[in-house]
């Protein structure tokens, strides 16, 4: 059956913030702290989108907010890479 694996959190690393093209974090609450803490050069490279973490927002709201970021951000790949 698709979609019953449960795939758990993984510790990010420098490596990962130095090959990514855009760094998105999705709760700025929790892991702005984090980056200050661990990894403090990358803050200023990560867009946050103000995604609440379950319990502060109801599971729906979290994924109506990511679907509205994640087509604005196919949105802005699609419109920049018209420009080339």
Same mark, same amino acid.
């Given at each position: 059956m698709l979609g019953t694996e449960v +795939? =758990?959190? #993984? #510790?990010?690393?420098? &490596? @990962? =913030? *130095? +090959? &990514? &093209? +855009?760094?998105? *974090?999705? @709760?700025?609450?929790?892991? +702005?702290? /984090? /980056?200050?803490?661990? =990894?403090?050069? %990358?803050? @200023?490279?990560?867009?946050? %989108? /103000?995604?609440?973490d379950v319990p502060r927002a109801p599971v729906t709201h979290a994924l109506a907010t990511m679907d509205t970021q994640v087509h604005s951000l196919i949105r802005s790949i699609s419109d920049s890479t018209s420009l080339l």
């Open positions: +795939r =758990f959190p #993984q #510790q990010v690393h420098e &490596a @990962d =913030f *130095a +090959r &990514a &093209a +855009r760094i998105i *974090a999705l @709760d700025e609450t929790e892991h +702005r702290p /984090l /980056l200050v803490h661990r =990894f403090p050069h %990358w803050v @200023d490279h990560v867009e946050f %989108w /103000l995604v609440p």
